[in-house]
């Protein structure tokens, strides 16, 4: 029977000579806008999921490829370590730090000159403001502590103008905001300082945390975690150690015990990166070794469920990222509500990254590779990244900097509604285009990745009709989407029980959409 079954040689796209069709099947697939699924087994995915999603995004009811980048600022003198925004009422600044300086990144170009030199480009900041302005605070754990007031920099230590005093500020490598106080983190210690409310600078004030942590290590993270997603009395102080405890206060004023009072402390997880808090929306995530977790989960919880973490459909590949790239640089969860997804960035090497994303509606998980990113920056509506020497705008177009974008989505493994052998011979894929796109189709078989492809180029007239002048069902309107009329195109496939369908594009003027696709197959019997 296998032998009667051999693929026969096929041109792409062309439908082959006509067989049976009385033992010819038919099955449908949604596309999987379940995402991407690294945590289960791959013989009862759901088929609404995916083994791998590359470049493609998981939509509500189907999947796309993402959108492009453009180089923002280029040619800065060293790698780029961090993008800064400072947001005031009426300016809003983007600024990006080497280990050489501080650069003014705000307008699309050639990088200019350093607004002033430092000696490391990893800073910690925070936008704070008071009866006197908006200021954007910046430490980093060598340089003084640096304040830009919407005009002026001004370098802050003991002898300042305005001066902050009780510690030196070169020491400080962390600060937060939290109940209208600036909080710091001392360099490779247990010891937080404070100021006073609507202050950054004044009497710095110590708050020594080591008693509390059984696990040794040192605080390098602060942050803020409320049960009324806003700033009321249910806000609380989160510190986070590095060997994965953290510390959680609530109240306003740390100086009195009667406003200030310790909830507990949790073993949340060892953190990755030197920046493992991110804000989602009134929760606080931390990266660890164990995939990304919120804090609310050992809050209102005496039980810890893993599977309740945000990412548990990618925790095993999250666990091996972690675990292989754990001490690379350029770590960093963040959030683009403009786009619709959280991202984990993940530094594979010193100069290449990729980043797990997620749709913040579905859950649902992907991966973007090719922005090789060392840090990222929400500023006004954009998203924007550090790249090597260059800031890059993130999430424009339909190119990485003019070059094609590559994109692979291969589907669950599928019976396709009979348990015994089959051989795949067509499908028909429900696509949408919105440019010249090379698509190409295959069939993965019993988890192998089979390799050959069938390619079809879509070649999209450009759009020349004129309202009331030409034919209407004849002429080709300008920037609409294409749809793709489905038609059954041969398939390269082996003989199997399970199949996935691949799906890759690469294009450099369009996106893609897709939503399903129709399987014709033969039954072969069980053996």
């Given at each position: 029977m296998r032998g009667s079954l051999r693929q026969q040689p096929f041109r792409a796209g062309v439908k082959p000579q006509p067989i049976n069709e009385a033992n010819g099947q038919t099955f449908t697939l949604p596309a999987p806008y379940g995402g991407w699924n690294a945590n289960g087994n791959l013989s009862n995915m759901p088929a609404t999921d995916a083994v791998q999603m590359d470049n493609f995004?998981?939509?509500?009811?189907?999947?796309?490829?993402?959108?492009?980048?453009?180089?923002?600022?280029?040619?800065?003198?060293?790698?780029?370590?961090?993008?800064?925004?400072?947001?005031?009422?009426?300016?809003?600044?983007?600024?990006?730090?080497?280990?050489?300086?501080?650069?003014?990144?705000?307008?699309?170009?050639?990088?200019?000159?350093?607004?002033?030199?430092?000696?490391?480009?990893?800073?910690?900041?925070?936008?704070?403001?008071?009866?006197?302005?908006?200021?954007l605070v910046m430490v980093n754990g060598q340089d003084d502590m640096r304040v830009f007031d919407g005009s002026t920099w001004k370098a802050i230590n003991a002898v300042s103008t305005p001066a902050l005093t009780g510690v030196a500020t070169s020491s400080l490598v962390y600060v937060n905001l939290f109940k209208k106080r600036l909080w710091f983190v001392e360099n490779n210690s247990m010891n937080l300082w404070y100021l006073d409310a609507d202050a950054f600078a004044g009497t710095a004030h110590q708050f020594p945390v080591g008693s509390l942590f059984t696990k040794g290590g040192k605080v390098v993270a602060t942050g803020n975690w409320t049960l009324d997603n806003g700033s009321g009395q249910d806000d609380y102080f989160v510190i986070l150690t590095s060997r994965g405890q953290a510390a959680v206060y609530q109240g306003t004023d740390p100086s009195s015990s009667t406003t200030w009072n310790l909830v507990g402390v949790y073993d949340v997880g060892i953190p990755v990166g030197d920046r493992p808090i991110a804000q989602y929306g009134g929760d606080l995530l931390i990266m660890t070794r164990n995939g990304l977790v919120a804090i609310s989960q050992f809050i209102q919880s005496s039980v810890i469920d893993r599977n309740s973490s945000i990412t548990?459909?990618?925790?095993?590949?999250?666990?091996?990222?972690?675990?292989?790239?754990?001490?690379?640089?350029?770590?960093?969860?963040?959030?683009?509500?403009?786009?619709?997804?959280?991202?984990?960035?993940?530094?594979?090497?010193?100069?290449?990254?990729?980043?797990?994303?997620?749709?913040?509606?579905?859950?649902?998980?992907?991966?973007?590779?090719?922005?090789?990113?060392?840090a990222w920056?929400?500023?006004?509506?954009?998203?924007?990244?550090?790249a090597g020497s260059n800031v890059v705008l993130a999430w424009t177009g339909a190119a990485d900097n003019g070059s094609p974008i590559s994109a692979t989505v291969v589907q669950a493994y599928n019976y396709l509604k009979y348990g015994g052998q089959k051989e795949v011979t067509l499908v028909r894929p429900h696509i949408l285009v919105t440019g010249p796109t090379t698509v190409s189709y295959g069939m993965?078989?019993?988890?192998?990745?089979?390799?050959?492809?069938?390619?079809?180029?879509?070649?999209?007239?450009?759009?020349?009709?004129i309202w009331d002048t030409s034919h209407w069902d004849a002429a080709v309107w300008a920037n609409n989407t294409y749809p793709i009329r489905p038609s059954w195109l041969t398939v390269p496939a082996e003989l199997g029980y399970l199949h996935a369908f691949r799906l890759q594009s690469i294009s450099s003027s369009a996106n893609v959409t897709w939503t399903a696709t129709n399987f014709l197959y033969r039954p072969a019997g069980v053996l």
């Open positions: 995004f998981p939509g509500i009811t189907d999947v796309m490829t993402r959108r492009g980048c453009d180089n923002w600022v280029t040619n800065f003198p060293a790698t780029v370590k961090r993008l800064m925004g400072y947001e005031g009422p009426l300016v809003r600044k983007l600024f990006a730090s080497t280990d050489a300086g501080v650069f003014d990144a705000t307008s699309a170009g050639t990088a200019g000159a350093a607004i002033f030199a430092c000696s490391n480009g990893r800073w910690s900041y925070v936008n704070f403001s008071n009866s006197g302005g908006n200021f548990v459909k990618i925790q095993g590949a999250l666990l091996d990222f972690a675990e292989a790239y754990q001490y690379n640089y350029g770590w960093q969860t963040a959030v683009f509500r403009n786009g619709n997804f959280l991202l984990i960035n993940v530094p594979y090497s010193v100069t290449q990254s990729f980043q797990c994303v997620m749709n913040l509606t579905t859950k649902a998980w992907c991966r973007f590779t090719n922005w090789n990113a060392s920056e929400v500023f006004g509506d954009n998203l924007y990244f550090a993965d078989t019993d988890f192998k990745n089979f390799g050959g492809m069938s390619m079809i180029s879509y070649i999209i007239p450009n759009g020349t009709g």
